[in-house]
């Protein structure tokens, strides 16, 4: 099981402050992606990410053909989703070298083993790139001041336990005019499993535990992308919904793909608990046929390093519009 959302709106120096509370245990986390990577049928249970990996970087294809992004970091790279998905890009962005960091040695060696075997292309001639791999961890990020002309990070920051100081990192790491391009799971991701879990606790135990990690709102994440110095700061959102034959299917694609609770304060589910779960989730959101709805809230966030370039709103008082 995974995710809780809809947090209180809190002020924006409140909002920072909750955002960067110790949540979720990394190492286990590391632990859940080792296992997963490690698996024969992974690739199987990649469908998730490879969509959210190309729909993030169709982005570029909205940038002005000028922009070139020879040095380009991929944090939280798994087993090489954004590589791919650079291969498709309408544009040539003259890219020469992708760096690859991920906290799971089974994640980076499956990539390792796939750019090796097939050598890694971008843009419509099929550039060739060169590819390195980075065990590190996206939370204690070591990148060189200014070194980056684009970081992406594609579903990786739902489960950062300090979001502003990571992305002031990544802000520190681009070069002026750097561009940031990030997606991650959003609040209102698998709502249905959260209402099916609550109606579950309430019918035997006469409570509500927590078997979902929190997971961040638009609004938090607006909030991030202005505190952190990026510049020219755009957040939006895209619900992805995928049918599945019941609730236990839809929690081994989790599991497989890396993805179950990692709450530091995370309720153990019974299998009694589970049993009810899977029933109410059936009964409530279950279509003619019986499959049961995923949907998974993609936010999405695009940031550029400050350049005397972009454009600045005027001084107040001014009487000029900009």
């Given at each position: 099981?995974?995710?809780?959302?809809?947090?209180?709106?809190?002020?924006?120096?409140?909002?920072?402050r909750?955002?960067?509370?110790?949540?979720?245990?990394r190492a286990?986390?590391?632990?859940q992606?080792?296992?997963?990577?490690?698996?024969?049928?992974?690739?199987?249970y990649?469908?998730?990410?490879?969509?959210v990996?190309?729909?993030?970087?169709?982005?570029?294809?909205?940038?002005?053909?000028s922009?070139s992004f020879?040095?380009?970091?991929?944090?939280?790279s798994?087993s090489?989703?954004?590589?791919?998905?650079?291969?498709?890009?309408?544009?040539d962005?003259?890219?020469?070298?992708?760096?690859e960091?991920?906290?799971?040695?089974?994640?980076?060696?499956?990539?390792?083993?796939e750019?090796?075997?097939?050598p890694?292309?971008?843009?419509?001639?099929?550039?060739?790139?060169?590819v390195?791999h980075?065990?590190?961890?996206?939370?204690?990020l070591?990148l060189?001041?200014?070194?980056?002309d684009?970081?992406?990070?594609?579903?990786?920051?739902?489960?950062?336990?300090?979001?502003?100081?990571?992305?002031?990192?990544i802000?520190?790491?681009?070069?002026p005019n750097?561009?940031?391009?990030?997606?991650?799971?959003?609040g209102e991701?698998?709502?249905?499993?959260?209402s099916?879990?609550?109606?579950?606790?309430?019918?035997?135990?006469?409570?509500?535990?927590?078997?979902?990690?929190?997971?961040?709102?638009?609004?938090?994440?607006?909030?991030?992308?202005q505190?952190s110095?990026?510049?020219?700061?755009?957040?939006?959102?895209?619900i992805i919904?995928?049918g599945y034959p019941?609730?236990?299917?839809l929690?081994?694609?989790?599991?497989?793909?890396?993805?179950?609770?990692a709450?530091?304060?995370?309720?153990?589910?019974?299998?009694?608990n589970?049993?009810?779960?899977?029933?109410?989730?059936?009964?409530v959101?279950?279509d003619?046929?019986?499959?049961?709805?995923?949907?998974f809230?993609?936010?999405?966030?695009?940031?550029?390093?400050p350049?005397?370039?972009?454009q600045?709103?005027?001084?107040?008082?001014?009487g000029?519009?900009?």
């Amino acid at each position: 099981s995974m995710l809780l959302p809809r947090r209180r709106p809190a002020l924006p120096g409140q909002q920072l402050r909750r955002l960067s509370v110790q949540v979720f245990d990394r190492a286990l986390k590391g632990r859940q992606r080792d296992a997963a990577a490690a698996a024969a049928d992974f690739d199987r249970y990649a469908y998730l990410r490879d969509e959210v990996a190309n729909r993030l970087v169709e982005r570029l294809d909205d940038i002005h053909d000028s922009y070139s992004f020879p040095e380009v970091v991929d944090l939280g790279s798994g087993s090489g989703h954004v590589r791919r998905a650079f291969g498709a890009v309408g544009n040539d962005r003259h890219i020469r070298r992708l760096r690859e960091f991920d906290m799971s040695p089974s994640m980076l060696e499956r990539s390792r083993a796939e750019a090796a075997s097939s050598p890694p292309t971008h843009g419509p001639e099929a550039r060739a790139l060169t590819v390195e791999h980075v065990l590190a961890d996206e939370e204690v990020l070591s990148l060189e001041r200014e070194s980056a002309d684009l970081i992406v990070s594609c579903m990786g920051l739902h489960w950062v336990n300090d979001l502003p100081s990571t992305l002031r990192n990544i802000r520190r790491a681009l070069k002026p005019n750097g561009l940031f391009l990030g997606a991650f799971l959003g609040g209102e991701t698998l709502a249905e499993m959260r209402s099916s879990f609550v109606l579950a606790d309430l019918e035997r135990r006469g409570g509500v535990s927590q078997h979902m990690s929190p997971l961040v709102s638009v609004a938090d994440a607006g909030a991030l992308l202005q505190a952190s110095g990026l510049a020219l700061p755009t957040v939006d959102t895209e619900i992805i919904s995928i049918g599945y034959p019941d609730a236990w299917t839809l929690w081994h694609h989790l599991r497989s793909m890396g993805e179950s609770n990692a709450n530091l304060r995370r309720s153990a589910s019974s299998l009694d608990n589970m049993l009810a779960a899977a029933a109410a989730y059936k009964e409530v959101y279950g279509d003619a046929d019986g499959n049961v709805p995923g949907t998974f809230q993609v936010i999405y966030l695009i940031g550029w390093a400050p350049h005397e370039s972009q454009q600045r709103p005027l001084a107040r008082g001014s009487g000029q519009i900009s």
